[in-house]
């Protein structure tokens, strides 16, 4: 008899999101800019017919990756975008109908994993001043939770947690025998991590990401870092040859050329400085203590905002519902200066538009 899986039909799932060229794009966190043109130019002149035609190796890249980080390839896996070692994590580490345990708002793709494979995927709530106590985790957490997934900073509420508060969430899961993934997709943007957890210890995976700081979103490369023994059951999820070789050799490249990544950190760093004291000045709350986005509460409606944002200034961004007491609010990624100075002009000329009207 035909057959289709129940949990796969009740999904929903948005696709197709293009037609992206030629505008601003601060709708999905992606560097805006992109990787300086010099650099592309630099790393394309080493492509060869014989470099396309054949399978990636990723040894090579591994083992720069693993210098970058000071471990050994042991305690990493390279992944196509982040988004397939958190969809690997959840399938090898909790079980039909488990619980995993995560904080909403957040990455949308941790809930859909946990619906695909029938998990129970238990909801903790940031509060209404948009704030998330430790202690509503730590509540959640029982014997039969077997993930808890954390965001450092998370997105879309830019929130981090300090060192305290993930030893405290640590030892309620080592107490409850419960794995713990921490993703760090922003983690550039501020200077924190917990990825010597994942090094050091066992039972924590840390997942990144190529597509924010390093502005390969269209390339698709990630890792996940952890323990030898938890690495190993990940890479035997992994497809053939599942990342691709113009990503390895960007990222490659990205790793190993002297005052990239400080030029793009300082670069995002102007430009958050610019855009805060601009919504300052101009009466605007907004909330994000990390990551390359703001929360952005504006004056007047945030959908009318997002529509004619795209239809009168060509550029994207997003609109939420359900911030707490922000309510329907603006999402903007941050980019350079130069980025935001058009974003504010935009922001001011319409916003204002609508508050007059």
């Known amino acids: 008899m035909y057959y ?55 040894l090579p890249f591994t083992e720069t990756l693993a210098a970058y980080l000071h471990t050994d390839i042991r305690h990493l896996c390279l992944v196509n975008g982040s988004a397939e070692g958190i969809r690997y994590i959840i399938q090898a580490f909790t079980s039909p109908g488990g619980r995993i345990v995560g904080v909403v708002p957040s990455y949308f793709m941790f809930q859909i994993y946990s619906e695909m494979y029938g998990r129970d995927y238990v909801k903790v709530p940031y509060r209404e001043d948009l704030t998330m106590d430790v202690q509503d985790i730590l509540d959640a957490l029982t014997d039969e939770t077997q993930l808890l997934i954390l965001l450092n900073p998370n997105n879309p509420m830019g929130n ?123 009466g605007y709350e907004h909330r994000g203590d990390a990551g390359n986005f703001l929360f952005i509460r504006p004056k007047t409606d945030a959908e009318v905002l997002v529509r004619r944002m795209k239809e009168e200034k060509k550029i994207l961004i997003k609109s939420y519902s359900g911030i707490g007491k922000f309510g329907v609010c603006l999402r903007v990624t941050v980019g350079s200066r130069r980025v935001m100075e058009r974003f504010m002009e935009a922001l001011l000329d319409l916003d204002r538009a609508e508050e007059d009207r």
């Open 4 to 58: 289709t899986n129940a949990e796969t039909e009740s999904l929903y799932r948005i696709f197709d999101q293009n037609a992206r060229t030629g505008y601003l794009r601060l709708d999905l966190n992606e560097n805006p800019e992109g990787l300086p043109e010099a650099f592309i130019e630099d790393v394309l002149k080493d492509v060869t017919p014989e470099f396309v035609g054949q399978y990636p190796e990723t």
């Open 160 to 282: 981090v947690y300090t060192e305290e508060e993930f030893e405290r969430l640590l030892d309620a899961a080592r107490a409850h025998e419960i794995t713990v993934l921490v993703d760090e997709a922003y983690h550039y943007f501020y200077p924190g991590t917990f990825i010597r957890y994942a090094l050091e210890t066992e039972h924590v995976f840390v997942t990144r990401t190529f597509s924010k700081l390093f502005s390969m979103a269209g390339l698709r490369l990630g890792y996940v870092a952890g323990w030898p023994e938890g690495i190993a059951l990940v890479q035997k999820m992994c497809t053939p040859h599942n990342t691709n070789a113009f990503a390895l050799k960007f990222a490659e490249k990205a790793l190993t050329t002297p005052g990239l990544e400080e030029q793009l950190v300082s670069d995002f760093l102007e430009g958050r400085a610019y855009l805060t004291d601009m919504l300052d000045r101009n």
